[in-house]
């Protein structure tokens, strides 16, 4: 089989109403590009019978390529598998649900073959999707955009194009807890935002609630900020400077009017306060401690149960 010029990867989370529509148009929209492509399906777990549906695919056609794991890893380290899978010149993450539609490929392509290395699809409306989700993302973009060190750029999914040369470094990257659109914005190179807007679902139930999207959230902000761990320095400070501040306030009003500050309620309520920030820095230490923990583990990413060759294996 001909080396490909374009990967496209998409993860597969029990999606088995969006595959088979999901393959028709991805292929018709590869094909428009006159060039070898593969498709790689990567089974996340799914317990639906999507695998059976990808299994079949790639019995019929020899361009997919499935990944199938052995449980359910989480979106980022599907996509991660992907990448490591991945034979192309540039390589295309897109959701298996038709959200991100695959005719804005074309679009990415178009970029990447202007020079650019990382081609970001920007998010400019969201149509199917509730209140409660569009706001919490955007104000999730504005947090961590505010807060990271990295330019993460605003409303933009895992829906990108990425050249070889940042795919080769993106796979060196093995962080167990993955943001992947803030690793290939921290990677550098040529980037660009082409405008698209997202689609509803085509079949089936989001496979991020709300636990998912905080856990992610946390990743993200961990991944490319000390900005939490510095919140303790700086609420110490005040707190501090507040005591200085209200020590002879409070002796002056005691020995003028008598009776300001008494009784155990306000007691109480700074010991509880003092208590509560405490308590929230220590816990915030333990995320950054845990994923140190997670690192010191050394645990691969995600266990394949049925895969093709890896690149890496071939070539290295
Ligand atoms: N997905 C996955 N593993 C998971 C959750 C999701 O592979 O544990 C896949 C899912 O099948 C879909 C993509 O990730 O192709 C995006 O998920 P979803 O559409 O549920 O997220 P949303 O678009 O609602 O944020
Ligand atoms: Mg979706």
Redesign the pocket.
């Known amino acids: 089989m001909t080396k490909p010029t374009f990967s496209i990867i ?6 088995l109403d ?1 595959i088979p529509e999901l393959y028709p148009r991805l292929r018709d929209v590869m094909d428009q590009t006159g060039e070898p492509w593969e498709l790689i399906l ?5 317990s639906d019978g ?1 695998t059976e549906i990808i299994r079949k695919l790639a019995d019929n056609d020899d361009r997919v390529r499935p990944v199938i794991f052995a449980r ?8 991660t598998a992907g990448i490591d899978y991945s034979r192309g010149d540039a390589v295309v993450i ?4 038709l ?1 991100d539609p695959p005719e804005v490929i074309l679009d990415l392509i178009e970029k990447w073959r202007e020079g650019f290395e990382v081609v970001y699809a920007v998010r400019e409306e969201r149509e199917g ?1 509730t209140w409660f ?1 569009r706001t919490t ?1 955007s104000l999730f973009y504005r947090l961590i955009f505010k807060i990271t060190d990295v330019n993460i750029p605003l409303d933009t ?2 829906f990108r194009l990425m050249d070889k040369k940042v795919v080769a470094v993106m796979r060196q990257m093995r962080e167990k807890h993955r943001f992947l659109r803030g690793m290939s914005a921290w990677v550098g190179f040529k980037q660009v935002g082409v405008k698209y807007k ?1 689609k509803p ?1 085509y079949a ?5 609630p709300l636990n ?2 905080i856990k992610l959230a946390l990743n993200a902000i961990t991944s490319f900020s000390y900005f939490p761990l510095q919140l303790a320095t700086y609420i110490g400070f005040i707190a501090a400077g507040l005591s200085v501040l209200a020590i002879p306030i409070v002796a002056i009003l005691r020995l003028t009017t008598g009776t300001v500050l008494l009784g155990q309620a306000t007691t109480l309520i700074i010991v509880l306060f003092l208590g509560g920030v405490q308590l929230i820095a220590l816990g915030i230490i333990g995320e950054y401690i845990g994923r140190i923990y997670d690192e010191a583990k050394g645990r691969p990413l995600y266990i394949v149960a049925e895969a093709p060759e890896k690149p890496s294996d071939i070539e290295e």
Do not use: L, W
């Open positions: 998409a993860p597969i989370y029990n999606e969006n990567v089974d996340d777990g799914s999507s359910n890893f989480g979106h980022q380290i599907a996509v897109i959701d298996a649900d959200q999707e989700k993302a999914g895992d997202r679902r089936g139930e989001t496979k991020y998912k999207m």
